[in-house]
């Protein structure tokens, strides 16, 4: 049972412009969230992460949103660049740090 | 850096053989994970080992087993490879609480089973 989903598995977005990706997860006892980055042959790097006592984290030109109540999170990417295209997985830990549950994966493509 | 490298980018085998992915990590990490990606099914946990000897399965462990003898280095086993084992197999560690929650993943192991 997946309990960190990714519903879509693809976004096209404008350089320039603003990407959201989203992430809903199902377990409560999650308290730490992660999104990585992935480009083809590569493994993931890691891109930003936030807490569950905090509701937003900013990184430049990533943001993490994370809203407790209805159980999602997104990263906002702006402006998006071409060489943001790559897949992003968002992960989920709880307070132990041992194991991360990843979702499916979206795959962003930035077009000039 | 942290640096987590697996031994082999690419691998061919045969269904049947025994096959060995190595990954080493020098960061003193005390976790240590297997993960396979496949199409449409993101990131799945093998196997991961929180401290020397000790391992626990993830959500796929059949047909797959791990060694970890030494902290630095954790070696995924696939006891008779089949064609369904064909994969991409992304090796991972992480600090234990206070250090950190990221986990660090190497470039990871095409692997194809023919």
């Known amino acids: 049972d997946q309990q960190v989903k990714q519903n879509s598995p693809s976004l096209s977005v404008q350089e320039g412009r603003i990407s959201i990706l989203n992430c809903d997860y199902t377990?409560?006892?999650?308290?730490?969230f992660l999104w990585y980055k992935k480009y083809p042959a590569e493994g993931p790097t890691f891109l930003i992460s936030?807490?569950?006592?905090?509701d937003k984290n900013e990184d430049g030109r990533f943001t993490v949103f994370l809203n407790k109540s209805a159980k999602h999170l997104s990263l906002h990417i702006v402006p998006s660049q071409p060489g943001d295209s790559a897949v992003y997985f968002c992960?989920?830990?709880?307070?132990?740090?041992?194991?991360?549950?990843f979702g499916t994966g979206t795959s962003l493509t930035v077009i000039p | 850096d942290v640096k987590v490298t697996q031994s082999s980018r690419y691998l061919v085998k045969r269904t049947g053989e025994k096959v060995f992915l190595e990954c080493v990590q020098d960061?003193?990490?005390?976790?240590m994970f297997w993960y396979r990606q496949d199409p449409g099914l993101g990131l799945r946990l093998i196997y991961f080992?929180?401290?020397?000897?000790?391992?626990e399965k993830g959500d796929i462990p059949e047909g797959y087993s791990v060694s970890r003898e030494k902290k630095e280095r954790f070696s995924l086993i696939l006891e008779s490879a089949s064609t369904n084992q064909t994969s991409m197999y992304l090796c991972?560690?992480?600090?234990?609480?206070?250090?950190?929650?990221?986990?660090?993943f190497g470039q990871g192991t095409r692997l194809t089973v023919v």
């Open positions: 377990n409560s006892m999650f308290d730490y």
């Open positions: 960061m003193d990490h005390e976790n």
């Open positions: 991972a560690s992480s600090p234990s609480l206070p250090e950190g929650l990221e986990a660090f």
């Open positions: 936030i807490s569950s006592i905090k």
């Open positions: 992960a989920a830990s709880m307070n132990t740090g041992n194991q991360f549950y």
């Open positions: 080992s929180y401290d020397v000897k000790m391992k």
